[in-house]
């Protein structure tokens, strides 16, 4: 029916999908929670347990090079005189106390075993350690970010990205193993991206592990693959200059020159072709082929529309719809709790009619909020539409938590502040679930109710039919229809949650069904009315 998005001390969000009625509620966080954090907390105490080990290693280290140079100093002496040094009998007695007692002595500390605490700490966390299928999403999320925000690879590896606090630039074996992920995965576009940057850090004197070859055999074939024959050999015979004897590289060199001269024969054969066919029609030409055509604007595909809202691009209201936008004191229709102290109401967008209500929810709700769902945040999930059996999907990547007003009081007050606020009923709403996007997350075009957060950069709840784009303000609510009075879905709200920059997005989503407004908001005679 309709949908509201509230954005707490990160985003409170309230939407209604077509069947039944959503309202979404959404907040944000200046730091990352749940697993993420946690992660770093283990690794800290990782850290610690490390420097634990290294100070021990290093005081086993120092008694024993004070040991060598105590019998250095004692040996040179002896070696000057043997027979009379050990014609002192003391000299003789220390001697053979020395290699009866006190090199046995030294061997036990050299093998005394510091590194127990380090490793048995080690194994015990690892159990919480991500998975590869965790490092791959990771590597994913990067890449989908560098396409619809159009990041080039140096300013990712440099660190420089908007909102950014905390840089952190990436190094040849970061910007390697990225390119390795896309290359298994397939995306030899990508591969090609990160195996170049992987290489431009190391020809401007980066130390690495990864040596320029093995970048090369990887950045020649991801090229190749794309049908850049001709950058491809002349990546190899660099990578033969290194290393003459590499045999996948010279396999590939006559492989290369071979379907390099096949290519130029095809290419030559249908230019030729390409001009015969150009002078026939040339002579087919007649008067009528210089009358004006109507020309039709071709609609811009939806996955681009979404990426250029996302970017803040796209569809701009005109002067004459942007006129029509106000803001404004709003008491719901002088509803007692709003009439000493009336919400203000900024209108985002005319059609369809998408409002934005200020300092709605508090910084101590969100946290409260947060708190209640922390512990139960589980990958969020879709009903598969033939099967209807729920499942994860690519093109929804968030962590998701459902709260019942009966746990605490704080969610029984935000259900009341939505029918407050929207007019309508609560008790045949669904209970309210709290969403998490971290960096990289995001929902793609669809049917339903709407998302947003308090973020650093990106994460804007955008409107790809329309050109709408609503971005993430702190303590703020966000509403519209989803469905028209008569019940029919209003497809100009078909939305997508943008893909988190930098920062962390928070949502909660409350969906209201049909059954229940009747009253509250009767049924139109007309359908889209």
């Given at each position: 029916l309709l949908s509201l998005l509230l954005i707490l001390a990160s985003s409170l969000f309230l939407s209604l999908p077509p069947p039944p009625l959503s309202i979404s509620l959404s907040f944000s966080l200046p730091v990352c929670p749940g697993w993420s954090d946690n992660l770093l907390y283990t690794e800290k105490d990782l850290v610690t347990s490390l420097k634990n080990?290294?100070?021990?290693?290093?005081?086993?280290?120092?008694?024993?090079?004070?040991?060598?140079?105590?019998?250095?100093?004692?040996?040179?002496?002896?070696?000057?005189?043997?027979?009379g040094f050990l014609g002192n009998p003391v000299n003789a007695f220390k001697l053979m106390k020395r290699l009866n007692t006190e090199w046995g002595d030294l061997e036990s500390l050299v093998l005394k075993d510091t590194k127990d605490g380090f490793i048995s700490n080690l194994t015990l966390q690892r159990q919480h350690f991500p998975t590869d299928e965790d490092q791959t999403g990771a590597a994913k999320a990067l890449l989908r970010l560098q396409d619809t925000y159009r990041l080039d690879t140096n300013t990712i590896s440099t660190g420089d990205l908007p909102g950014v606090t905390h840089k952190s630039p990436m190094t040849v074996e970061d910007c390697f193993e990225l390119g390795k992920i896309a290359y298994s995965e397939v995306d030899y576009y990508h591969t090609e991206l990160w195996m170049e940057q992987a290489l431009k850090q190391l020809d401007e004197g980066e130390e690495s592990t990864v040596d320029k070859v093995t970048v090369l055999d990887y950045l020649s074939y991801a090229i190749y693959q794309q049908g850049d024959l001709g950058r491809a050999l002349e990546l190899t015979k660099r990578l033969l200059m290194l290393d003459p004897e590499h045999q996948r590289a010279n396999g590939n060199l006559k492989y290369f020159e071979f379907q390099l001269i096949n290519q130029r024969k095809a290419q030559a054969q249908?230019?030729?072709?390409?001009?015969?066919?150009?002078?026939?029609?040339?002579?087919?030409?007649?008067?009528d082929a210089s009358k004006k055509k109507k020309r039709f604007r071709e609609p811009v595909p939806e996955r681009k529309m979404y990426e250029m809202l996302c970017r803040g691009e796209g569809i701009k209201l005109t002067p004459r719809r942007q006129r029509r936008?106000?803001?404004?004191?709003?008491?719901?229709?002088?509803?007692?709790?709003?009439?000493?102290?009336?919400?203000?109401?900024?209108?985002?967008?005319?059609?369809?009619?998408?409002?934005?209500?200020?300092?709605?929810?508090?910084?101590?709700?969100?946290?409260?909020?947060?708190?209640?769902?922390?512990?139960?945040?589980r990958r969020a999930t879709i009903s598969n539409p033939i099967t209807g059996v729920?499942?994860?999907?690519?093109?929804?990547?968030?962590?998701?938590?459902?709260l019942t007003a009966y746990e605490h009081p704080m969610i029984d007050q935000i259900n009341q502040r939505i029918e407050d606020l929207t007019g309508l009923e609560m008790d045949t709403a669904e209970e309210l679930q709290v969403a998490n996007y971290g960096v990289g997350g995001q929902y793609e075009p669809h049917f339903d109710f709407g998302r947003m957060s308090d973020v650093a950069a990106g994460g804007a709840t955008v409107f790809p039919d329309v050109g709408a784009a609503v971005w993430p303000k702190k303590g703020t609510a966000v509403f519209w229809y989803n469905l028209f009075p008569s019940g029919e879905g209003d497809y100009s709200t078909r939305h997508a949650a943008c893909p988190v920059l930098v920062g962390n997005k928070w949502v909660?989503?409350?969906?209201?069904?049909?059954?229940?407004?009747?009253?509250?908001?009767?049924?139109?005679?007309?359908?889209?009315?």
């Open positions: 080990y290294i100070t021990a290693e290093e005081n086993k280290l120092k008694q024993v090079k004070q040991w060598a140079e105590k019998l250095d100093v004692l040996s040179a002496i002896a070696m000057q005189d043997p027979e249908e230019a030729q072709k390409a001009r015969e066919e150009g002078k026939e029609q040339r002579k087919r030409l007649t008067s936008l106000f803001c404004r004191y709003f008491d719901n229709h002088g509803h007692p709790k709003y009439l000493l102290s009336p919400v203000k109401q900024e209108d985002e967008w005319d059609r369809p009619y998408i409002v934005r209500y200020h300092d709605i929810i508090s910084h101590g709700e969100i946290e409260k909020v947060k708190e209640l769902a922390k512990p139960r945040l729920l499942e994860t999907a690519p093109y929804r990547i968030s962590k998701s938590a459902w909660s989503n409350k969906w209201i069904h049909e059954r229940g407004q009747e009253f509250r908001r009767p049924c139109g005679l007309n359908e889209t009315a």
